[in-house]
């Protein structure tokens, strides 16, 4: 079955960097879009960057843009988001999710995902 487990998350000072990773299995990567999301205590779950099917597209948050990179590793299944010059506020739960039934066009910050992983946590502070 589709699972989707993420890693990564930990300690980390503003201005340093932190990468996670979404490691897929039960489906083919490339055929699915995946997004990573995030939820802060207290607030809701917000979209941070995606990565589209197909084509590739990719799309960011805008209070993370410049400073946060989504990529996809087909072969290894594993989508990654590099954070370089993380806030304070960038701290939360941070999930990465898949849904196939979108076409290869659209913002997929705006799909409803399908499949959840189980989240890692990230905390910024010095």
């Known amino acids: 079955q589709v699972q989707l487990v993420e890693s990564g998350g930990g300690l980390v000072q503003p201005g340093g960097s932190l990468r996670l990773s979404c490691a897929a299995s039960?489906?083919?990567?490339?055929?699915?879009?995946i997004g990573w999301f995030r939820q802060a205590p207290g607030k809701e779950r917000e979209g941070v960057s995606c990565?589209?099917?197909?084509?590739?597209?990719?799309y960011y948050a805008d209070s993370v843009k410049g400073r946060f990179t989504i990529s996809r590793d087909n072969a290894k299944k594993t989508v990654y988001l590099q954070m370089s010059s993380p806030k304070p506020e960038d701290t939360a739960v941070y999930y990465c999710a898949a849904v196939g039934r979108y076409s290869d066009y659209g913002d997929c910050l705006r799909f409803e995902y399908a499949y959840w992983g189980q989240g890692t946590q990230v905390i910024v502070s010095s």
């Open positions: 039960g489906f083919t990567l490339e055929y699915y879009h």
């Open positions: 990565i589209s099917r197909g084509r590739g597209s990719i």
